[in-house]
């Protein structure tokens, strides 16, 4: 038991910010109080998404050669070798050989082998999409908290109140006929 | 003439037709947004509206030639790239969004003129198109994540149309924040479900993810996942008990809108659901759907359409009766896929396109009669049959096939529905759709009473003489009303549609 709660402890602050953020949403009566615990709701479901991306000992998913500084000539060359590094990271010595094979001369060999290098050591990367999909989503969750908000704006020119239940009181005199 | 149409269209445009459809209006959208002018902001919306009806019909050609059409975004094929899919199951949802988009923009001209103030329309308008785009994107989209944005574009922009109904009726604001609250919580539970997918099958295009899922068998995590996203998507389509939002959003948005809305937007949420649990997991490899088909589906169906048609018959404000009558018919539609067979799944997508038709021309009618009266309650449809006969026998036609009675769709879809039905023997549930059948006659007939049977109403001690709405209004309104009689007695195409649909999503895998 306690295994499994230390493996996965990650999702316990998750949870409990998820579910705070969906106890304020229901228990609040004022609607801009509302809005907060929606937001803590979907940013705990973004951190999710994020928990899931990382993998242990991966390196960020960045390709070797946007290391180096710039791209001096011949950086094709030297980006082809640092390719064919990552596919093949498991032969250090044979990469170094092919990173010097394909610089153009000595200089730009050395850079090549050096991300070569690099590369060999990040054979494991973490995982980019979920913090792309996040990315889109946290626009998501921008706008529909500028929705709501600018909602609640129109509620109090037209309501004079953001309580639920004044709002609740004042359509139930409506809809019965009384005066407001 | 699909043909024709065809050989008049550009290759590339014929070629990129499944991602023009979703991009033309999205790109519209700004455009009606900054000219300030109501009426351009309409035209507008009719070129967009128009060219969605063009593409689903070139759509409607390349299906029937090639069987599925997949475009991979930007030339990144699957399971990388996202894909765009148009088969037998999501094309006639197109073409309903189509053409109801269609026969509502022309509708939209009198009646938001009359109802939202002029400097807000363009940005009506603009939001009209960008709901469109949303809509019609998650019916097409073929990749998980994709559905979750685009289930929140469309969302966003009801939110804003609902709203829009506050220059009548302050409480369209209340709804609107209700509805954003509520949709904002059900789309979170989707991505949620999204997530647990991605984590179980590192993809998200859904063709791959139904493969490695048969590959890999089910654990705990799908099936949380197929909970998450029923929940999430279950709300969305407003599946009793999630259908609160529902009734004050429908009651107080502008006419147009609920007429728009009513039609599409719980019908694609609906169209996700039966594509994420069909597309993506197998009922028949997957014990915890089939137990969800019976004991969330089927029966949490049956009790909705009980106890909404129960409420229906309790309202006073027609719209809200209405409201509560879709619920009623999300009902059926739960029922006939908790069914679990081709048959059932087959009459809830007949249910689908035919409760489209009929609460399109019911919303239409009640519009038309807002337009020269206000309408908050049943007595005010007093003494209209005499007033505004069109539209009054418009509203009749679609109120007696909601019913069901012989002669409509209605009947046909509850028709095949009750066969389904009785196919899995289940005597209970063909009690329930008759008693909600007869509940639907109490809440219609009541309207009906009024229109037909009262006398008309006064103004100044006489009655008001005989008037009628503009044309466009009158004209998108009769042709769906004629549809509700038209394709009862040429059930064919669209029963056959539905069929090829369910047999496509049965046999898909």
């Known amino acids: 038991m306690l295994e499994i709660i230390s493996e996965r402890f990650v999702y316990i602050p998750i949870i409990i910010l998820m579910m705070t953020g969906l106890y304020v949403v229901i ?7 509302r809005m907060v ?21 991966g390196a960020p998913p960045i390709l070797p050669e946007a290391h180096g500084e710039g791209y001096p000539d011949g950086a094709a060359d030297s980006s082809a070798g640092a390719d064919h590094a ?57 706008a529909t908290l500028a929705v709501g908000l600018a909602l609640v704006v ?20 409506v809809e019965t006929g009384g005066t407001e | 003439m699909i043909d024709f149409i065809a050989s008049l269209t550009p290759d590339a445009i014929i070629r990129h037709a499944p991602v023009l459809i979703v991009v033309l209006p999205l790109i519209l959208a700004p455009i009606a947004a900054i000219i300030p002018s109501g009426r351009a902001g309409w035209s507008i919306s009719l070129i967009g509206a128009l060219f969605v009806g063009w593409m689903a019909l070139i759509l409607f050609g390349q299906v029937a030639e090639h069987g599925v059409i997949e475009y991979a975004m930007g030339g990144w094929s699957a399971p990388l790239g996202i894909v765009y ?24 001209l009198p009646t938001v003129s009359d109802e939202i103030d002029s400097k807000q329309q363009p940005l009506f308008y603009s939001a009209f198109l ?34 829009m109904g506050a220059g009548k009726d302050r409480r369209a604001l209340t709804a609107s924040y209700n509805y954003l609250i509520l949709g904002t919580i059900g789309a979170t539970f989707f991505v949620i479900g999204v997530g647990f997918l991605y984590m179980a099958t590192g993809t998200l295009n859904m063709a791959d993810m139904a493969r490695i899922l048969a590959e890999n068998g089910h654990t705990r995590v799908t099936q949380a996942a197929f909970a998450f996203i029923v929940v999430g998507l279950g709300l969305k389509a407003a599946m009793f008990p999630l259908h609160v939002w529902l009734p004050n959003a429908y009651a107080n948005a502008p006419s147009f809108v609920t007429a728009f809305l009513a039609s599409t937007a719980t019908k694609v949420a609906f169209y996700a659901l039966i594509r994420f649990i069909y597309g993506v997991y197998h009922p028949e490899d997957a014990h915890f759907v089939m137990m969800a088909f019976t004991w969330v589906f089927a029966v949490v169906g049956v009790i909705g359409m009980l ?67 206000g309408i908050r309650r049943i007595s005010d449809l007093n003494g209209l049959g005499r007033t505004m006969p069109a539209a009054a026998i418009a509203f009749t036609v679609a109120g007696i096939s909601l019913v069901g009675v012989p002669l409509t769709i209605g009947f046909t879809s509850k028709w095949y529905l009750i066969l389904a039905v009785l196919e899995r023997g289940w005597w209970w549930a063909v009690a329930a759709v008759i008693i909600s059948s007869l509940l639907a006659l109490a809440y219609i007939a009541r309207m009906l009473a009024a229109i037909w049977m009262e006398d008309s109403p006064q103004r100044d001690g006489k009655p008001v003489a005989r008037t009628r709405a503009p044309w466009m209004v009158l004209a998108p309104m009769s042709l769906l009303a004629f549809a509700n009689v038209y394709f009862f007695f040429n059930a064919d195409p669209l029963v056959s549609m539905a069929q090829r649909a369910a047999a496509a999503v049965m046999v898909g895998h």
């Not at chain 1, 615990?37 to 000992?57: D, E, P, R, W």
């Not at chain 2, 129960?310 to 009558?325: E, G, I, K, N």
């Open chain 1, 86 to 142: 990552v596919v093949q990271t498991d032969h250090g010595s044979q990469i170094v050989e092919m990173a010097s094979d394909h610089g153009s001369d000595a200089g730009h060999a050395a850079e090549a082998v050096s991300h070569a290098v690099d590369a060999a050591h990040a054979t494991l990367y973490s995982n980019p999409l979920p913090h792309v999909l996040i990315l889109t989503a946290i626009v998501v969750g921008v």
């Open chain 2, 130 to 163: 960008i709901c469109f785009a949303g809509l019609l994107g998650v019916t097409i989209t073929g990749d998980a994540f994709n559905v979750f944005v685009f289930v929140e574009i469309s969302s966003l922009a009801t939110y804003a149309l609902i709203a």
């Open chain 1, 154 to 173: 129109r509620i109090r020119e037209a309501y004079g109140t953001i309580e639920d239940d004044a709002l609740n009181a004042a359509d139930y005199s």
């Open chain 2, 85 to 108: 899919r148009v088969d037998a199951l999501n094309l006639p949802v197109l073409a309903l969004i189509g053409t109801i988009g269609l026969l509502c923009v022309f509708y939209a």
């Open chain 1, 27 to 33: 228990s609040t009566g004022n609607l801009v109080k």
């Open chain 2, 307 to 373: 106890f909404a048609s129960v409420q229906a018959v309790f309202q006073t404000d027609p719209r809200r009766l209405l409201a509560y009558s879709s619920v009623a018919q999300v009902g059926y539609m739960m029922l006939g896929l908790g069914l679990g067979n081709a048959l059932g799944l087959a009459a809830a997508l007949l249910h689908l396109v035919n409760h489209a038709i009929m609460k399109g021309t019911l919303f239409m009618a009640l519009g038309a009669f807002g337009l020269k009266f």
């Open chain 1, 37 to 57: 615990g929606l937001s803590l709701f979907q940013t705990s479901v973004s951190l999710i998404y994020i928990a899931v991306a990382k993998v242990f000992g």
